[in-house]
């Protein structure tokens, strides 16, 4: 609970003594910024200390129901109590009490009978340590801040950065901005029904866009070619992949590596009939394995100028058709699981071009 500006610091008393709550009390409320908050049942005490953020806690040792060390002990469990300053009132004979009550996490003590001298100048220095952990506190929660507002830049750049790069692969490939949207988020969807964690979908959402970035350095003649490739231009195509992850391995962001690793395995396949490295069954990399799936679907049922769409039934046939040797199974699997999240990917990103033509 944040503190308002300028508020007295809250000294809660526990003491089944009326009259020494009276005492301790008053001799607080003389410190200046500071207010008492008398509590003859420890019970009770606890539960507004917990409800509320006290800034000094001054427990009685001797207590019915609950001592002053289980008082303390309780306190220290819950959350955000480390810094929290407790004075222990004790005779001063009880010796091992103060031992057993420093354990437990007090951090100085008062003796009995209370002397006003030692008590005001105890709970004053106990008051000023709190002011200290306090704005240690604040500059923590400020810095905190600081720190989130400049990763959230850093990302927001990063993600510019890839959007840019990724469109550049499109300009020179009929592919559109639709399909880099679907099959990014077909991949996320995959992800979480593997069981993978948001952070990992997260990035799996902004590296797969760079799954074909190599095309980049395919010749024209090649890329744009509109009939069938010849067994020497297939060749050359295959080498997109390498160009890719070669274009992105070495960048200091984790994002641009996951994306060279997408590039890289995006067209191996399970039974390790793929390319560039002829990689299979789990020496793919699961981000391989799961675009893999994503772009192949994407492909099939996206209409181009040149070719319509595939029937989302025979593009689902060929997907489990293709369980253990094209694609790992899994993520085959964890693809048709979320169908419904499928149909809702394709209906927020529609082509152009399938707009246009009522597809």
Same mark, same amino acid.
Not at 8 to 30: A, S
Not at 116 to 141: D, W
Not at 251 to 270: D, M
Not at 346 to 358: C, K, P
């Given at each position: =609970?944040?503190?308002?500006?300028?508020?007295?610091?809250? *000294? *809660?008393?526990?003491?089944?003594?009326?009259?020494?709550?009276?005492?301790?009390?008053?001799?607080?409320?003389?410190?200046? =910024?500071?207010?008492?908050?008398?509590?003859?049942?420890?019970?009770?005490?606890? +539960?507004?200390?917990?409800?509320?953020?006290?800034?000094?806690?001054?427990?009685?040792? =001797?207590?019915?129901?609950?001592?002053?060390?289980?008082?303390?002990? /309780?306190?220290?469990?819950?959350?955000?109590?480390?810094?929290?300053?407790?004075?222990?009132?004790?005779?001063?004979?009880?010796?091992? *009490? /103060?031992?057993?009550?420093?354990?437990?996490? +007090?951090?100085?003590?008062?003796?009995?009978?209370?002397?006003?001298?030692?008590?005001?100048? /105890?709970?004053?220095?106990?008051?000023?340590?709190?002011? !200290?952990?306090?704005?240690?506190?604040?500059?923590?929660?400020?810095?905190?801040?600081?720190?989130?507002?400049?990763? !959230?830049?850093?990302?927001?750049?990063?993600?510019?950065?890839?959007?840019?790069?990724?469109? +550049?692969?499109?300009?020179?490939?009929?592919?559109? @901005?639709?399909?880099? $949207?679907?099959?990014?988020?077909?991949?996320?969807?995959?992800?979480? /029904?593997?069981?993978?964690?948001?952070?990992?979908?997260?990035?799996?959402?902004?590296? !797969?866009?760079?799954?074909?970035?190599?095309?980049?350095?395919?010749?024209?003649?090649?890329?744009?070619?509109?009939?069938?490739?010849?067994?020497?231009?297939?060749?050359?195509?295959?080498?997109?992949? $390498?160009?890719?992850?070669?274009?992105?391995?070495?960048?200091?962001?984790?994002?641009?590596?996951?994306?060279?690793?997408?590039?890289?395995?995006?067209?191996?396949?399970?039974?390790?009939?793929?390319?560039?490295? @002829?990689?299979?069954? $789990?020496?793919?990399?699961?981000?391989?394995?799961?675009?893999?799936?994503?772009?192949?679907?994407?492909?099939?049922?996206?209409?181009?100028?040149?070719?319509?769409? &595939?029937?989302?039934?025979?593009?689902?046939?060929?997907?489990?058709? @293709?369980?253990?040797?094209?694609?790992?199974?899994?993520?085959?699997?964890?693809?048709?699981?979320? &169908?419904?999240?499928?149909?809702?990917?394709?209906?927020?990103?529609?082509?152009?071009?399938?707009?246009?033509?009522?597809?």
């Amino acid at each position: =609970m944040e503190r308002p500006p300028c508020s007295p610091m809250n *000294v *809660v008393v526990v003491d089944d003594t009326p009259l020494n709550l009276v005492l301790m009390g008053k001799l607080v409320d003389r410190l200046p =910024m500071a207010r008492a908050q008398g509590f003859e049942g420890p019970v009770e005490a606890l +539960a507004w200390c917990l409800e509320h953020e006290p800034d000094l806690i001054i427990v009685d040792y =001797m207590m019915p129901g609950m001592d002053g060390l289980e008082f303390i002990r /309780r306190m220290r469990a819950s959350r955000h109590r480390d810094d929290l300053p407790i004075l222990m009132v004790t005779a001063s004979h009880e010796r091992s *009490v /103060r031992y057993e009550a420093l354990e437990c996490g +007090a951090n100085d003590f008062l003796t009995k009978p209370i002397d006003a001298h030692e008590f005001e100048s /105890r709970v004053r220095n106990m008051l000023k340590l709190r002011e !200290a952990h306090l704005a240690t506190r604040q500059r923590a929660e400020t810095l905190a801040v600081e720190v989130r507002k400049a990763t !959230a830049e850093i990302v927001d750049r990063e993600r510019e950065t890839i959007t840019r790069l990724s469109r +550049a692969a499109e300009f020179r490939d009929p592919e559109t @901005g639709a399909h880099i $949207q679907r099959m990014s988020h077909y991949s996320a969807l995959i992800a979480r /029904r593997l069981g993978h964690d948001e952070d990992f979908a997260d990035a799996l959402l902004m590296a !797969a866009p760079m799954h074909d970035v190599g095309k980049l350095g395919i010749p024209d003649t090649i890329l744009l070619k509109p009939g069938r490739l010849s067994t020497d231009e297939f060749e050359v195509m295959k080498r997109h992949p $390498q160009i890719g992850y070669d274009i992105l391995k070495d960048s200091s962001s984790s994002i641009l590596r996951l994306g060279a690793t997408i590039a890289l395995t995006h067209h191996e396949k399970f039974d390790g009939n793929g390319y560039p490295h @002829g990689l299979a069954g $789990q020496a793919i990399p699961i981000e391989g394995r799961i675009v893999a799936v994503a772009d192949v679907f994407d492909a099939l049922t996206s209409a181009r100028p040149y070719k319509p769409a &595939w029937p989302l039934a025979r593009a689902i046939a060929l997907l489990r058709e @293709g369980r253990g040797s094209h694609f790992d199974p899994d993520c085959v699997d964890a693809f048709l699981l979320a &169908w419904d999240e499928v149909l809702g990917v394709r209906t927020r990103f529609r082509d152009a071009y399938e707009t246009l033509h009522g597809s």
